[in-house]
C-alpha cells in the first residue's frame, strides 16, 4: 500500500447544530448546504475492534479502518465520540498519534486512561461503537536520508508516533539506523515494550534503549542523562 491522497467519497456524514445550516460532504471535493444545522463533524466512519492494556494505566484501541483512508506512519487523527443527542453537542473530540503501521487493516491508537470527560467516554465504549476519524494530520516521519541516523526521544505515551514509523520502517525495509530512548518513571509504564524488543531483534538498524527510574541512565527526577546518547549514537567518539 502507498501512501497518499484519494478522491474517494468520505465515509458518512455528521454535523454539530448550532443554527439553521448543515453542511453534507458527498465527498473530499464537493459539498453542499442543507438547512437546520451548522459546524460539521466531517469524516470518516469507523468502530471500535478491541482495548488492550499495553502498559500501567495505558489502554491501545483498535479501530476500524475506514477504506481509502492513507496516512504516513508518524500521522495524527481526530477521534469524535459520538454522542446521542441529534444535534451532535454532545460529540467528544480529541487528537492521538496513530501507532499502527500504514500496511495494516487497522488504526492503532493508545492513551493514559485519566480523569477527562473524554477518556471516560472512552474507556467504556462498547466494542462496535461507531466513531467519527478526521485525518489524517501531520508531516512527522522518517526522513527520506538514509545516511543520516535517525534518533527518536520518547517519555510515556509520547512512543506512539515512533511505533508507526518503526513498524512501518521494518515492512519498508528502510536503511536508516535509527535508534529509539525510551524513557518513564517505572518500567510498567513503558507502553508497548515487548513489541519494541521484538522490533529490535527483527531490524539490524534499529537500537532500542529503555530507561526507568532504576536505570543509571536516568537522574533521580526522571530526565535522562545526555552521555547516554554519545556512548549509543557516537560509540567511536
Excluded at 517519555?155 to 535509527?178: E, Q, W, Y
Excluded at 510498567?188 to 526507568?212: C, G, K, M, P, Y
Amino acid at each position: 500500500m502507498r501512501c497518499g491522497i484519494s478522491r474517494s467519497s468520505c465515509q458518512g456524514t455528521w454535523s454539530r447544530s448550532s443554527g439553521d445550516t448543515r453542511i453534507e460532504v458527498e465527498s473530499v471535493f464537493t459539498s453542499r448546504i442543507i438547512t437546520t444545522r451548522r459546524f460539521p463533524l466531517l469524516g470518516y466512519a469507523s468502530r471500535l475492534l478491541s482495548r488492550t492494556e499495553v502498559a500501567q494505566d495505558t489502554v491501545a484501541f483498535r479501530f476500524e479502518r475506514p477504506k481509502d483512508f492513507l496516512f504516513r506512519a508518524g500521522q495524527s487523527i481526530d477521534l469524535t465520540v459520538l454522542g446521542v443527542r441529534p444535534d451532535g453537542s454532545d460529540c467528544l473530540t480529541h487528537t492521538f498519534s496513530i501507532a499502527s503501521s500504514p500496511f495494516i487493516e487497522e488504526i492503532l491508537i493508545a492513551t493514559r486512561i485519566r480523569d477527562s470527560a473524554f477518556k471516560r467516554a472512552l474507556s467504556i465504549l462498547p466494542l462496535g461503537t461507531h466513531v467519527n476519524l478526521i485525518g489524517p494530520m501531520g508531516s512527522f516521519s522518517l526522513h527520506r536520508n538514509t545516511s543520516k541516523p535517525a534518533v527518536f526521544l520518547a517519555v510515556g505515551i509520547g512512543v506512539t508516533p515512533f511505533l508507526s514509523m518503526l513498524c512501518s520502517a521494518a515492512v519498508d525495509k528502510a536503511r536508516h539506523n535509527i535508534f529509539l530512548f525510551y524513557a518513564n518513571r517505572y518500567l510498567e509504564d513503558a507502553a508497548f515494550i515487548d513489541a519494541l524488543w521484538d522490533l529490535e531483534s527483527s531490524n539490524t538498524n534499529f537500537r532500542f534503549v529503555q530507561h526507568s527510574r532504576a536505570s543509571t541512565a536516568l537522574h533521580g527526577d526522571g530526565r535522562v542523562k545526555l552521555a547516554i546518547f554519545d556512548a549509543r549514537c557516537f560509540p567511536n567518539t
